[in-house]
């Protein structure tokens, strides 16, 4: 859920022509949500997003909804290693805040695209299909551990219920920050939040 995302290090080693192509479309398609959201998403533009004519595309998914299912998954999924990768580059008792501070960044803030799926489509969630409702709690769940993992008294009750606060102020805010048209009101959100959750030593 953390800062910008990487590329999909999607293993390719022996995937199929077809398994590189659904890979591909899942890819376009996880970005294309966070960025024009779940019903700004429509399959000919993933398709020719990806390089690929829009008929071809029930040869890799049923339908719409398992698709953006898909997407949503690889989004969060991406999120949830990236903020495992913060935590392991540095000593444990940074590792919390040194994950607040990349997702509460400017840089995250215009990387809709690339960033956290929850602040950027949590919104939309309430209106989806099932399917992709499951996903992106399955994820939201993976995201929420993380933190509690992080925790000094990981494990105890009372870290669960941290990690929850934690993640919706996170989560609140950059929806707040990406909403407003404020520059300056956005800058004193994130600032706001960063000083309550990942105060500096300075």
């Known amino acids: 859920m953390m800062a910008i995302m990487q590329k999909s290090s999607f293993n390719r080693?022996?995937?199929?022509?077809?398994?590189?192509?659904?890979?591909?479309?899942?890819?376009?398609?996880?970005?294309?949500?966070?960025?024009?959201?779940?019903?700004?998403?429509?399959?000919?533009?993933?398709?020719?997003?990806?390089?690929?004519?829009?008929?071809?595309?029930?040869?890799?998914?049923?339908?719409r909804e398992v698709l953006l299912?898909?997407?949503a998954d690889r989004a969060g999924a991406e999120a949830v290693a990236l903020s495992e990768q913060i935590a392991a580059s540095v000593p444990p008792e940074q590792a919390l805040p040194s994950m607040v501070r990349a997702y509460l960044s400017k840089e995250h803030r215009e990387a809709i695209e690339t960033g956290c799926p929850v602040s950027a489509l949590g919104s939309e969630m309430p209106r989806q299909a099932p399917v992709v409702r499951r996903a992106a709690t399955r994820r939201i769940k993976e995201m929420i551990d993380v933190?509690?993992?992080?925790?000094?008294?990981w494990g105890q009750p009372g870290a669960h219920e941290q990690a929850l606060i934690t993640v919706a102020a996170m989560v609140g805010t950059m929806v707040l920050a990406r909403a407003v048209d404020d520059p300056k009101l956005s800058d004193s959100l994130l600032e706001a939040a960063l000083k309550k959750f990942a105060p500096s030593d300075e």
């Open 147 to 153: 933190v509690a993992r992080q925790l000094p008294d």
């Open 69 to 71: 299912a898909e997407a």
């Open 13 to 63: 080693k022996t995937a199929s022509r077809k398994e590189v192509t659904h890979e591909r479309i899942v890819e376009v398609a996880a970005r294309a949500i966070r960025r024009s959201g779940y019903d700004g998403t429509g399959v000919a533009d993933i398709m020719k997003e990806a390089g690929l004519t829009h008929g071809g595309f029930y040869a890799h998914f049923p339908s």
